[in-house]
């Protein structure tokens, strides 16, 4: 199961009556390493910038098993990964187990990095067979 969902929230869920806030709220407490992760990850970018590189990226691996777990549910599920990026005001891009960048939003799809990072070069370039079963 992806998010430990309160009685409430289902009910709400029932009715049609779930905000972006309530299931943010939802995927905060469920998944709390990839929540702080995006956190990180778009405060670096919102206050200190990108560097000059278009984008803040994480290279380093979850430090276990749940960790890794809980990332790869963020970023699998549409809902999860939308509601991290309205939350963040970010575009998300997804390598593999622990490669996650933000990109600033609105713009990411047509920038040159955001296309350089989702390609399918970048994605062969960042493999090891470290990675392998990541």
């Known amino acids: 199961m992806s998010l430990d969902v309160s009685q409430e929230l289902l009910a ?26 995006v956190s990180d990850l778009a405060t670096r970018m919102h206050v200190d910038g990108t560097g000059g590189t278009g984008f803040v990226d994480n290279t380093t691996p979850p430090p276990d098993e749940q960790a890794r777990g809980q990332l790869l549910r963020a970023l699998a599920s549409d ?4 509601c991290l990026e309205r939350h963040f005001g970010v575009r998300l891009a997804f390598q593999n187990c622990h490669r996650v960048a933000v990109f600033p939003a609105g713009t990411a799809q047509d920038a040159d ?13 960042n493999q090891s067979p470290l990675l392998r079963d990541c």
Not at 18 to 33: G, H, I, K, N
Not at 79 to 82: L, M, N, V
């Open 79 to 82: 809902a999860i990964r939308g």
């Open 12 to 37: 709400a869920a029932e009715l049609g009556e779930v905000t972006d806030e309530q299931f943010a709220d939802c995927v905060r407490t469920s998944l709390p390493y990839a929540w702080q992760m």
């Open 113 to 125: 990095e955001y296309r350089a990072f989702t390609s399918v070069r970048s994605q062969l370039l």
